[in-house]
């Protein structure tokens, strides 16, 4: 089953200027997408384009099912007023979960993201990586078909970045399907399904690693194909 | 390049960034119709003070304007020059950075001194002309003021690096109090005791500088507060605008009184309920929103107090609604905020009561006292005409949340 659709001709910042072109690409029911590239590839405007946070788009986007997806930001957001519980809280109501294990699962995620001490404290006072957890916790909560996550593995410690692979395992075999931001090369070659190059605003390489490998270097890891792309594109 | 040049460099980035936002707030319009006016009307009234023919100086209270220059001292920051970029570049040069420490604080001092002469200069005409002040007098004053403003901006500081929280809180409220008695002794102290109190002020201005300028372990607190306070005229503009600025310099770890350890409002956890619940959070551990209402709250309840009869109840209705509309706005804040967008949130049926149920919880004890006293002075002195007003005024608000209020 499709959960997301991408169909995207072109779309930017202004409508003079068109920051992503002729970006088509679907993810299907528990598969997990590696989105690659170099800084200012574009990455963060397909993500943006897909959230509806962009003005000037051409194209569309779909999302199958309940429509329900989960963003999970490079850098966290968080209220300076709410304590880590209360945005919990407010995450199940404004999402409207009426799940009676709800809390259960909540406190189960606090315990194993090592969270319990600062539960009731403000993330305004929390390291990067703690309130990356935050951002992980209420994401995984609100159960949605669709995650997007852009560079998860920023500032969470090796236990933790273990914690999230092995949820995101579970949310896949749940039928979630994942779009993945990252330039963590090695792990993206292990966990993703498939992989989507951008370059320049554009898709140079979409497929499996042994698809990518075809088109650039056999054998070569995912690194390795990277470097290729990159190298021939300045060519 | 010295660290002289350096500072130097920075104190014209920043002045030139200052006339830069003043330029892109203040346009010609604006100039034009309004600052050339005032500035006009200003200076004919200075000018009629100057030459005895301002008749409503008879009723001006002269001997307050001397706490002018307390909330003076009470203002401003000492600044450093410092940027975080010197983490990588000049805080391995301990000299460097005390140089540049060195000249921001004689800067702040010099600043300090000409904002004090020249509030002393704009206000001598009034003590001269009205209050038979000499010249000395002034002179003393000034001295004291300009000592006073460093030490009390110096010890601010050092405060907000030793203490934090609730121990600075207290601290700050009772060096608060403290610097008032001090002012006042120096106000009703014969002449020897002022200049002893001013001898003693320099001492302690000098020592001060010495501490501050060696704690520089403080180095990221201070960037951040020097980032803040470079940003302080576009910040108050953009504030003025209805912006909301993120504050977020050295983040309370919980909750201080209101709900810490995330206290629950409603037993019964409905969603509903907990939308209701983190709304008012949302507005009362807001401190800027706090200060809001209370000075709306102030300024209405005077402006009801003090209107004639018929008018009373005019102000009642459009203070009732400043109030439930400044609160309803503070949802949109909420709602507009980058957390609330992570998700798809469709709204439902339940948002809208929970908003409109939050709204009225954080309007009724305000729309109580603003009946209270449109009642209590309206039919002065019975109280109970206050109480029925008030009750009155709430439930009319009730419906109106209830109905009426869009969400």
Same mark, same amino acid.
């Given at each position: ?235 | ?144 003021? %300009? +000592? ?5 901006? &110096?010890?601010?500081? /050092?405060? !907000?690096?030793? @203490?934090?929280? $609730?121990? =600075? ?5 009772? %060096? +608060? ?5 001090? &002012?006042?002794?120096? /106000?009703? !102290?014969?002449? @020897?005791?002022? $200049?002893? =109190? ?19 372990? !403080? ?64 507005v009362i551990?807001?401190?800027?929103k706090l200060l809001t209402l209370f000075q709306l709250v102030v300024c209405f309840v005077v402006g009801i107090v ?9 102000v009642l209705?459009l203070s009732t609604f400043s109030i439930i509309?400044f609160i ?34 954080l309007t009724l004890p305000i729309c109580f006292l603003f009946g209270f006293f449109t ?33």
């Amino acid at each position: 089953m499709e959960i997301l659709c991408v169909d995207l001709h072109h779309a930017g910042y202004s409508d003079n200027k068109k920051t992503i072109k002729n970006i088509h690409f679907q993810l299907q029911q528990g598969e997990l997408v590696g989105l690659i590239g170099p800084n200012g590839a574009g990455k963060s405007t397909i993500i943006k384009t897909i959230l509806g946070l962009l003005e000037e788009v051409d194209g569309e986007i779909n999302i199958a099912g309940n429509n329900r997806y989960a963003y999970i930001p490079e850098h966290p957001v968080y209220y300076e007023e709410f304590t880590l519980w209360e945005h919990i809280e407010l995450a199940k109501a404004v999402n409207n979960i009426e799940d009676a294990n709800f809390y259960q699962r909540a406190e189960q995620l606090i315990s194993l993201f090592r969270l319990e001490h600062v539960k009731h404290h403000f993330p305004g006072s929390f390291s990067k990586g703690m309130q990356q957890k935050l951002m992980i916790i209420v994401a995984i909560l609100i159960k949605p078909t669709l995650y997007i996550v852009d560079e998860p593995f920023i500032g969470l410690d090796p236990k933790a970045i273990k914690d999230f692979l092995s949820i995101i395992d579970e949310e896949r075999q749940r039928g979630a399907a994942i779009l993945m931001s990252t330039h963590v090369l090695d792990t993206a070659e292990k966990i993703c399904d498939r992989f989507l190059l951008v370059n320049q605003g554009e898709l140079i390489a979409a497929g499996t690693l042994d698809e990518v490998r075809a088109v650039s270097v056999p054998e070569a890891s995912l690194m390795d194909c990277f470097y290729y792309f990159m190298e021939n594109e300045k060519r | 390049m010295t660290p002289k040049q350096l500072f130097q460099q920075r104190l014209k980035r920043e002045w030139n960034y200052h006339y830069e936002v003043w330029k892109s707030a203040v346009d010609w319009i604006i100039a034009l119709y309004f600052i050339v006016p005032f500035v006009i009307f200003i200076c004919y009234q200075y000018y009629s003070i100057w030459t005895d023919q301002a008749p409503w100086i008879e009723a001006f209270p002269l001997q307050y304007t001397r706490y002018i220059f307390f909330y003076i001292c009470l203002i401003g920051s000492v600044r450093l020059f410092i940027k975080e970029g010197d983490l990588l570049f000049l805080r391995q040069e301990k000299q460097w950075v005390q140089a540049l420490m060195r000249h921001g604080m004689i800067y702040s001092m010099i600043f300090s001194i000409g904002l004090i002469l020249i509030l002393a200069a704009a206000l001598y005409p009034l003590w001269r002309t009205y209050d038979d002040t000499s010249l000395s007098t002034v002179f003393t004053f000034t001295v004291f003021t %300009s +000592l006073f403003r460093i030490n009390i901006q &110096f010890i601010r500081q /050092l405060f !907000s690096i030793w @203490f934090k929280r $609730w121990r =600075l809180y207290f601290i700050n409220m009772a %060096s +608060l109090i403290t610097f008032f008695v001090v &002012f006042q002794l120096f /106000l009703i !102290s014969p002449y @020897f005791v002022q $200049w002893f =109190l001013i001898i003693i002020n320099g001492v302690a201005a000098r020592f001060l500088f010495n501490v501050r300028l060696n704690l520089t372990w !403080s180095f990221q607190a201070d960037c951040l507060r020097e980032g803040q306070r470079q940003l302080v005229l576009a910040t108050s503009f953009i504030k003025a605008s209805g912006y909301r600025v993120e504050k977020n310099f050295r983040a309370n770890k919980e909750p201080f009184i209101l709900f810490s350890e995330s206290a629950q409002v409603f037993k019964n956890r409905t969603n509903s309920n907990i939308i209701t619940e983190t709304f008012i959070k949302f507005v009362i551990r807001n401190k800027s929103k706090l200060l809001t209402l209370f000075q709306l709250v102030v300024c209405f309840v005077v402006g009801i107090v003090v209107a004639p009869f018929w008018i009373k109840w005019i102000v009642l209705l459009l203070s009732t609604f400043s109030i439930i509309h400044f609160i309803r706005g503070s949802w949109d804040e909420m709602k507009n905020h980058l957390y609330f967008k992570l998700y798809p949130n469709p709204g439902h049926e339940e948002t809208s009561y929970a908003v409109k149920k939050a709204t009225f919880i954080l309007t009724l004890p305000i729309c109580f006292l603003f009946g209270f006293f449109t009642g209590w002075s309206a039919f002065f002195p019975f109280v109970w005409a206050g109480f029925l007003v008030a009750v009155i005024a709430t439930t009319l608000m009730y419906f109106y949340v209830k109905k009426e209020l869009m969400v």
